[in-house]
């Protein structure tokens, strides 16, 4: 009798340990698949390319309408656009992790309020997007490769600033916005954008670095006045997508009604049409390389 008290009570004891490890176990999945969600909604071509890049592409189920690399996104279901998500496209698909803007509360508070996990984060200095390449990869359970891709971005921008020490600093005037076919209505890169700090790196100078505006006006008499060693224009071609190289000809043709300008007589005017100009994602890099590469062109004075 009492060997089968003991029996017993020796028989909870080991299964209590064992209960133990068994929850402990089940916590550690559960919090595992937390850190890594299966599937992950973008509302914006930076969020989407950088989850490219850390190599977790296929986890993405939809996207923004303005994601259009790399090209795979192309079969993926579009959920509006990142101002003005379609909130119920997104719950259906009951994603394990959505990336918004700090910007969109609406859809935050909205996506929270279902259950549903947000990351939020900002893109308006070069910092953010080196920042949101951590905190991506940290949320989708790839800590390490989010440090490697921030480590290899801020390396290749180190190169490209250190080719370009020593060499004359050229200044020039970024055009994001006009009116279709004339020289008004003109948006350029002030201070306040992530692309005024990629062209230093490039090793020129923004004539509107005084501004603290991200996207300031500007009107063709400010053009002249500041003259600029070189205009890059994609002021009506921020639907990059089927831009031809005709329609890049015409904006150069353009600025040539302008012969006083230096980018003018100079044959510095570059008319471009590519997302790398206005997606703070990864892709950075080649937009400070294009940067570079059209300072390059130009002219001293």
Not at 29 to 41: D, G, I, K, N
Not at 125 to 149: C, F, N
Not at 256 to 278: G, K
């Amino acid at each position: 009798m009492r060997s089968s008290r003991i029996w017993k009570w020796h028989g909870r004891g080991r299964g209590a340990p064992w209960r133990v490890c068994v929850a402990a176990l089940w916590l550690l999945c559960a919090a595992w698949a937390m850190a890594q969600p299966a599937t992950v909604v973008s509302t914006a071509p930076s969020f989407t390319e950088t989850v490219f890049a850390l190599g977790a592409g296929k986890r993405l189920v939809a996207v923004s309408n303005y994601c259009h690399y790399p090209p795979d996104v192309s079969r993926l279901p579009k959920i509006g656009n990142y101002l003005d998500p379609n909130v119920e496209a997104i719950a259906r698909l009951k994603p394990g992790l959505v990336l918004l803007h700090t910007e969109q509360r609406q859809t935050v508070t909205q996506l929270t309020a279902m259950g549903i996990r947000v990351l939020t984060l900002r893109n308006t200095t070069l910092e953010d997007t080196m920042a949101s390449v951590r905190q991506i990869g940290d949320a989708l359970g790839m800590s390490r490769e989010g440090e490697r891709l921030e480590r290899e971005l801020r390396g290749r921008l180190r190169a490209i600033e250190e080719r370009g020490k020593g060499k004359p600093r050229r200044t020039l005037l970024f055009i994001v916005g006009r009116t279709p076919g004339r020289l008004d209505g003109m948006l350029a890169v002030g201070s306040g954008s992530y692309l005024n700090e990629l062209m230093r790196i490039a090793g020129g100078r923004n004539v509107l670095d005084d501004s603290r505006v991200a996207y300031p006006q500007i009107s063709l008499e400010g053009v002249i006045r500041l003259d600029p060693d070189v205009i890059v224009d994609m002021g009506d071609m921020t639907a990059t997508e089927g831009v031809s190289e005709a329609h890049k000809r015409a904006v150069v043709r353009l600025w040539e009604s302008q012969p006083a300008v230096r980018a003018v007589q100079q044959r510095s005017v570059f008319a471009v049409a590519d997302d790398i100009f206005v997606v703070p994602g990864p892709r950075v890099v080649e937009a400070a390389e294009a940067f570079a590469a059209m300072l390059g062109k130009a002219k001293g004075r």
